[in-house]
Structure formats: C-alpha cells, structure tokens
C-alpha cells in the first residue's frame, strides 16, 4: 500500500512557527511519480479545507488566509512535501491533512495509481 505519514504538529504561542512534513513511500514496490501534493486542514467543527497545494513543475496555490504566512514545497527525490508555517494565529489550530497524487509499481509490475491521505497532524495556536 501507498503510505502518506504527516509530521511536525504541535503547540505554538500565537505568532509562532511550525513546519509540517509529509513523507510518502510504498509498502508493496516502488513510488514512480507524485503529481500534485496539497495540505488541508479541518477545524473542530468545521469541514476539511483546502490550505496549500504544489505541481510537479513547483506552481503552488494557498487559500487567502494564509497568503504571505505559509509557504508549501516539495522534495522530489524524497518524495516529501513540506508546509512551512509562520506568524501563526489561533483559527490556525486544526489536524493538518497531506493528499498524494502517486503512481506506484508493485513488485510484480502492475500500477497502482490514486490519490493518499495521511493520518494527519495536530496544530494547536493557543497563549
């Protein structure tokens, strides 16, 4: 199976910084390619939003929110993206989401292709 594992979370005073990585890898072959990789966040409460998202050429869009404060990229060659997060304000808090788009090989050469989520990872803003 594809795994998506999100990390970095944690508690932050107002005006903080936290950077969140996601590492994706393949339990059953190799991962061949990742296409778009995207953050989400869901506060409590609330539906699970949309934050960052950056192409396999590097073009990221974020939601308004958090423009000039949070900056996602990737690593290709460890499969990792990576959403650094500045300034952070309490409507921050939420369980932080990492979405794959990967295509994979099994062992025995067939594809497996499709979209990941991780598990996710707790921001808490709070003084």
């Known amino acids: 199976q594809v795994q998506v594992v999100e990390s970095g979370g944690g508690v932050v005073q107002p005006g903080g910084s936290l950077t969140l990585s996601c590492a994706a890898s393949a339990t059953f072959g190799s991962i061949l390619r990742i296409d778009d990789m995207a953050w989400y966040r869901q506060a409590p409460g609330n539906e699970r939003e949309l934050v960052a998202s950056i192409g396999t050429d590097g073009n990221t869009q974020n939601i308004r929110s958090v423009e000039g404060r949070f900056t996602i990229r990737r690593d290709n060659a460890k499969k990792t993206a990576y959403l650094q997060m500045n300034s952070l304000k309490p409507e921050d808090t939420g369980v932080y989401y990492c979405?794959?788009?990967?295509?994979?090989?099994?062992?025995?050469?067939?594809?497996?292709?499709?979209?990941?989520w991780g598990q996710g990872t707790r921001v808490t803003v709070s003084s």
């Open positions: 979405n794959a788009n990967v295509v994979a090989q099994r062992f025995d050469g067939e594809l497996e292709v499709g979209r990941y």
